[in-house]
């Protein structure tokens, strides 16, 4: 019987692709059958001249990359068990899953190691590809030209990000709108176009897609943008640390005022704290701002007491958040 550790070359006979280098290393020595049905499937995934051998001593998968970052020339070592399952860096397949192996080879290929062995949070994102999005969109976004289309407004801080821009088709002619508010001016990029996106039924999200930079994507909410930038956190502090104006009090007293009206005079006493609506669940519902009567009896009380009980008044909630850069802003919504 011929030792686990001996060597078996067989090569498929479909042209060769050296871009994805593999070698397998199986539990149940040499094993033709599998052997065979794993380097056909292979060969088909553009992946030939495959190393099969025993399972030896400390073996497990493993990937190098031996090309550059822009270049990838990744080696692989797998591990075929004796259940037939293909152990690879960051992945186990089965035979007949060769959509999930495919998806797998090209990442490998398109990204090197790192594709494959990275861990990965949200977005599908590493840690590193994360960070460095909510950096760029950590920046102010700046003024607000109510005048220009958002379409103009995405490509233009897509630039200053220094992000490529993919435009689902499907939110092209939303993006023909003009911003809703300016009121996100003092917000960075992140949480300002969540929030103009947000008014159309539009998201934003960043994506990583093989081979290529990182590139924000835009898309209808209920399409691909699966996972959507968020409006802004919740903060880790309490409101009187987040915002201390929140939570001065005053005497006050309303009586013959819209809602608009009222947090108009509120938010200019502030400042800079923005008060911004949920357009899209306003117009969703059919509340008017502009329209809508709110009063308050006299009493003494704190700036965030007030805006509660307003909102309250129009079928509102309100929720203190902060955007990338740690600004806080009150989110007023359904």
Request: proline share 7%; glycine share 8%; aromatic share 6%.
């Amino acid at each position: 019987m011929r030792s686990l550790a001996c060597l078996i070359v067989l090569t498929a006979t479909t042209a060769a692709s050296a871009v994805v280098r593999m070698e397998i290393a199986s539990e149940s020595g040499p094993n033709a059958t599998a052997q065979s049905a794993w380097l056909q499937l292979l060969a088909e995934l553009d992946v030939t001249g495959v190393r099969v051998r025993g399972l030896g001593p400390g073996d497990k998968p493993s990937v190098e990359d031996l090309g550059t970052p822009e270049r990838p020339l990744p080696r692989v070592l797998g591990i075929l068990t004796r259940q037939g399952v293909l152990e690879l860096p960051g992945g186990r397949f089965t035979i007949r899953q060769r959509e999930a192996l495919a998806a797998y080879l090209e990442r490998l290929e398109g990204d090197g190691a790192a594709a494959v062995t990275a861990k990965r949070g949200r977005f599908g994102l590493t840690r590193d590809e994360f960070q460095k999005v909510f950096v760029a969109l950590g920046a102010p976004i700046g003024a607000i030209n109510r005048q220009e289309s958002l379409e103009a407004l995405l490509l233009r801080t897509a630039a200053q990000s220094g992000m490529p821009l993919w435009i689902d088709p499907r939110a092209k002619p939303a993006l023909r709108a003009r911003p809703t508010t300016d009121k996100v001016a003092t917000l960075a990029r992140g949480a300002a176009l969540a929030v103009l996106l947000r008014a159309e039924d539009l998201s934003l999200a960043p994506e990583k897609p093989v081979g290529q930079p990182v590139r924000l994507t835009v898309a209808p909410s209920y399409g691909e943008n699966k996972e959507a930038w968020p409006i802004g956190y919740k903060p880790e502090t309490s409101p009187s640390q987040t915002a201390p104006v929140l939570m001065q009090r005053l005497p006050v007293e309303i009586e013959g005022f819209t809602l608009a009206q009222a947090l108009d005079a509120i938010e200019a006493r502030l400042g800079g704290v923005p008060l911004v609506y949920d357009e899209f669940a306003l117009r969703r519902d059919a509340i008017d701002p502009t329209t809508t009567p709110v009063k308050l009896a006299r009493t003494e009380t704190f700036y965030k007491r007030i805006i509660d009980r307003l909102a309250f008044q129009a079928g509102l909630k309100t929720e203190l958040r902060i955007d990338e850069a740690g600004t806080p802003f009150v989110w007023l919504t359904r």
